[in-house]
């Protein structure tokens, strides 16, 4: 009886560890330039979710050298509609878009940025998808964004370099 105690502790201790060392080495968050403006200054960045279960939450954004962006919001929208590239979330133009603040917003399972262009690339995407990208603006040119996100018990790190 001890022995099969023993083993089944082991075998828990384990799959945690291995599930850890998943999310670790095959990150479930992803993320990629999309447009810039402005000499790098308003930055477009299409992020997902690549797992089929589970929700991730956006904790933070920082740019270049960790400093705090002077706005970031996420914009949720889907396929037919897209994003829209600005910084001045109550304008005219924007009013049309979805912007939400960083902890208002879950990304879904499989919104993953690049399956879901693949998809509207061979013409099978549903065009209603949610689609989700974080639009941010600096006073300075923007070189580097860093996301810190939270899936389930896990928090990770994204950095993207910005061209």
């Known amino acids: 009886m001890k022995r099969i105690l023993i083993i089944c502790i082991s075998l828990v201790i384990v799959l945690f560890a291995a599930g850890y060392l998943c999310l670790k080495f095959l990150p479930p968050f992803t993320a990629i ?3 810039s403006a402005m ?10 979710n690549n797992y089929p279960f589970g929700d991730i939450q956006i904790q933070d954004v920082m740019v270049n050298n960790n400093s705090k962006p002077s706005k970031a919001k996420v914009q949720v929208s889907n396929h037919s509609k897209g994003f829209i590239i600005s910084d001045n979330f109550d304008g005219e133009e924007a009013r049309e878009y979805s912007f939400k603040d960083l902890d208002e917003v879950m990304l879904k399972p499989k919104t993953n940025p690049k399956e879901q262009l693949k998809e509207v690339n061979e013409g099978k995407a549903d065009k209603a998808a949610i689609i989700y990208a974080i639009t941010l603006s600096h006073e300075e040119p923007v070189h580097k964004v860093i996301i810190k996100y939270r899936y389930l018990f ?4 994204m950095e993207l370099s910005i061209d």
């Open 154 to 157: 896990y928090e990770g790190e």
């Open 39 to 48: 000499e790098n200054q308003i930055v477009l960045v299409d992020v997902g």
């Open 33 to 35: 330039q999309s447009a």
